[in-house]
């Protein structure tokens, strides 16, 4: 599937875009990537043989701004899916108004593999093959699945070696102590939760009485989870690659995180002792599937793209369904869970708080002046749901889903940078 993911991404973007009267010049302009590298590294590793690793970086569209986007590690990754989350990132910026394009990497790898030494030259390997084709003001990564600010102070690192100065505005989800931004960390969880307070106002949500299932307790899982059971929501499944656990009851959020972080994953948890803080929750252990289809109120896939496809569409029993992975509804699947009146919260807004503090990342280190947590939350809280309120402003005035709202919205932005270069009309009435 993953190979066909940009042919899917295309489509449903062309399908959006012509619906909403976008002009076909500009249309044409989102139909293709501005540019893809493929490169091999070279890795040393840990028994002295050298292995080669296929690398990936596309430069989607930079219109409005540097091209920005994460890098991926996954045995899994293809070309295909590089640029359908390059498209992806290309809209989402637009969506919240950044001054960036979209971007995307990734590494052929399965990184639990790997030795954290190989782990290591693997990272700065791909910054070797990709030094020219990033910069603070080219292209900028980030982490995205499987990588982390570890990984990024490695990158970085390499990079200032290689260009022989501090360029720490190069990549974003560093350590705070290489120029990182507090609250990079929780960001798109935030983000995710901020779109969920807005949509519990218009839905009247109450939280006590909703129910949570979230697929892939990872960094962006885990923050949406944390906040949502502060709030009262009832968190009753979660997984992540190796299966999932179901409570009737709602978990503790915070002592399964500190369980799967010391066991490594969630199935661990709940095997056959129970842990300190849930002792009494009566749980049972469920697999990625079949929480995907439980009866709760808001669903949050939050691990990969392509989860939600047409075999499985119809089993969805969830009200509302909050994209905090990239992808992971097929456009062939919407129909099927739209015919059933579950309302989705596209990807391209509920993820969109990360990339939103790696712009006040990105903004700092150009600065040279550090913000505080508070004026970094804050600020989150403005951009997500002054998006938020555009998105579904803009599905309600032309009859849309949010998806085709956030769409459209983002297609008129690009279609007012792309037109200020001069459009077909323009140089028509000057020749
Ligand atoms: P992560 O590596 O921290 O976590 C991924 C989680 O998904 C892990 O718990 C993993 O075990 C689980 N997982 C992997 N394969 C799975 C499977 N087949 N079934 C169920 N669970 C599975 O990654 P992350 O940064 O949290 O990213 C998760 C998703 O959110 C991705 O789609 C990513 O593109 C998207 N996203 C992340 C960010 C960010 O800032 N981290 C920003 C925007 C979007």
């Known amino acids: 599937m993953r190979d066909a993911l940009f042919q899917d991404s295309l489509r449903r973007a062309r399908k959006i875009g012509e619906a909403a009267s976008i002009s076909q010049e500009v249309i044409e302009a989102l139909m293709r990537p501005q540019a893809m590298l493929q490169a091999s590294i070279p890795v040393r590793m840990d028994d002295g043989s050298t292995q080669y690793f296929t690398a990936f970086r596309c430069r989607y569209n930079s219109i409005l701004g540097p091209t920005k986007g994460g890098i991926r590690f996954h045995p899994d990754v293809t070309q295909s899916e590089v640029q359908a989350l390059a498209l992806w990132m290309t809209i989402k910026t637009a969506v919240v108004g950044l001054p960036f394009g979209g971007g995307k990497g990734g590494i052929i790898v399965d990184p639990k593999s790997l030795s954290p030494m190989e782990l290591e030259r693997l990272s700065r390997g791909y910054i070797r093959v990709m030094a020219d084709f990033i910069g603070p003001d080219l292209d900028i990564p980030a982490p995205d699945v499987y990588t982390n600010a570890m990984i990024m102070g490695w990158m970085l690192d390499e990079y200032q070696f290689i260009k022989r100065c501090k360029a720490p505005g190069v990549i974003t989800g560093k350590p705070i102590e290489l120029g990182g931004s507090l609250g990079r960390d929780e960001a798109t969880g935030r983000g995710a939760y901020l779109c969920l307070k807005e949509l519990e106002k218009k839905r009247e949500l109450i939280p006590n009485e909703t129910t949570v299932a979230i697929q892939g307790l990872g960094n962006a899982g885990y923050h949406v989870a944390r906040l949502l059971h502060q709030d009262g929501y009832k968190i009753v499944a979660m997984s992540d690659s190796k299966g999932g656990i179901y409570s009737a009851q709602g978990f503790d959020v915070e002592s ?135 998105v579904w402003g803009t599905a309600e005035r032309e009859k849309q889903s949010l998806r085709s709202g956030a769409y459209t919205l983002a297609f008129r932005r690009l279609e007012k940078g792309i037109n200020s270069h001069g459009s077909r009309e323009f140089f028509n009435g000057h020749s």
């Open 256 to 390: 399964i995180w500190k369980e799967k972080t010391a066991a490594r994953q969630l199935n661990a948890v709940y095997c056959d002792q129970p842990i300190g803080g849930c002792d009494n929750i009566p749980h049972k252990k469920i697999s990625n599937e079949k929480l995907l289809q439980l009866k709760v109120d808001i669903l949050i896939p939050a691990a990969l793209e392509a989860v939600i496809t047409e075999d499985n569409a119809a089993k969805i029993q969830a009200k509302i369904i909050c994209e905090v992975a990239n992808g992971p509804i097929l456009a062939s699947a919407e129909p099927l869970l739209e015919k059933n009146g579950i309302t989705i919260i596209p990807d391209v807004l509920a993820n969109a708080g990360g990339v939103t503090v790696s712009y006040f990342e990105w903004v700092q280190n150009r600065q040279g002046y550090m913000w505080t947590l508070e004026e970094v939350r804050s600020r989150l809280e403005q951009i997500m749901t002054k998006a938020f309120d555009e």
